[in-house]
């Protein structure tokens, strides 16, 4: 077991530097992209911030407040979506074409192989303005700031980024029994959008799903409501620790969904 573990660390660094090089084999795309990401966000953020200053706020958050709530919620995406989205949007392909089968005989772990020889280096321009933006919000906000929250901080936006993946790897994973998958990122991302402002303005059905369904509640309103004092629909009090358990229980989740989807693939041929 132990070997196995070593091997697999040794063998992770070799394929994400595989995939990175062939990445800058066009660094002038790479760079556009970035680019063309940043400038697409900022535009929507723009749009976001001049709502807000017509009228004053929103759901009784404030731009700087929904500043930091937006750059929490695009840094955790893009984290997580940085292991999982790209690598599992192709899965109904590699089930319909048969590739599948090739990569479960790898000498490696499958979800291992599948993530980290396709780690998407594209989100970069996600993660630079999501730091940005965070930057100049954190200045604005009134924030009592301490070692314990600061650590609080770091450490939900790996819960949110959790989150994320285990997301995305469920949707992929279905892949395997249904063959079909594609279809239910869209239901991911129409969540995801919502998830982009303060759950306190949707009815409770929809506070509901952000929390529990699709937890991506998790990604922004939560962690941020927390930081700010602010009551967080549904889970009062609870909100702080639900935001810390929420990655990991649902990669545990995750983990399950994978391995069952696994043993009930049956391959291309159905």
């Known amino acids: 077991m ?7 660390l040794t063998i992770i660094p070799h394929l994400v530097a595989m995939f990175v090089r062939t990445k800058f084999e066009y660094p002038g795309a790479l760079v556009l992209s970035w680019v063309s990401q940043a400038v697409s966000y900022g535009s929507m953020y ?38 999982s989205f790209t690598q599992f949007r192709v899965m109904e392909d590699l089930v319909r074409q048969g590739t599948m089968d090739a990569i479960l005989v790898k000498p490696i772990s499958t979800w291992t192989y599948l993530v980290f020889s396709g780690l998407n280096i594209g989100y ?13 919000a954190l200045t604005q906000v009134n924030v009592a700031w301490s070692l314990p929250l600061a650590l609080y901080v770091l450490a939900t936006l790996v819960s949110g980024a959790m989150v994320v993946c285990a997301l995305m790897t469920m949707i992929g994973a279905t892949a395997l029994v249904w063959v079909r998958s594609r279809h239910l990122y869209s239901i991911f991302f129409g969540f995801w959008e919502l998830a982009r402002y303060p759950i ?27 930081i700010l ?16 358990l929420a990655g990991p229980f649902m990669a545990l989740l995750a983990l399950v969904h994978w391995r069952w989807c696994l043993r009930n693939y049956q391959g291309a041929g159905g």
């Not at 937890?215 to 922004?220: E, Q, V, Y």
Request: with cysteine; net charge neutral; glycine share 10%.
């Open 200 to 226: 306190n303005i949707f009815p409770l059905p929809i506070q509901f799903l952000l929390l529990t369904v699709v937890p991506l509640g998790f990604i922004s309103t939560v962690p941020v409501s927390v």
């Open 229 to 244: 004092g602010k009551s967080v629909p549904l889970l009062g009090d609870l909100a702080g620790p639900a935001c810390l």
């Open 2 to 8: 132990a070997h196995a573990i070593v091997r697999t």
């Open 46 to 83: 723009t749009a976001i911030a001049l709502i807000v200053a017509r009228f004053g706020t929103l759901g009784g958050w404030t731009w700087s407040e929904i500043a930091l709530l937006l750059s929490f919620h695009l840094l955790a995406y893009s984290t997580g979506a940085s292991f």
């Open 124 to 136: 970069a321009g996600h993660v630079a303005l999501a730091v940005g933006l965070m930057g100049w």
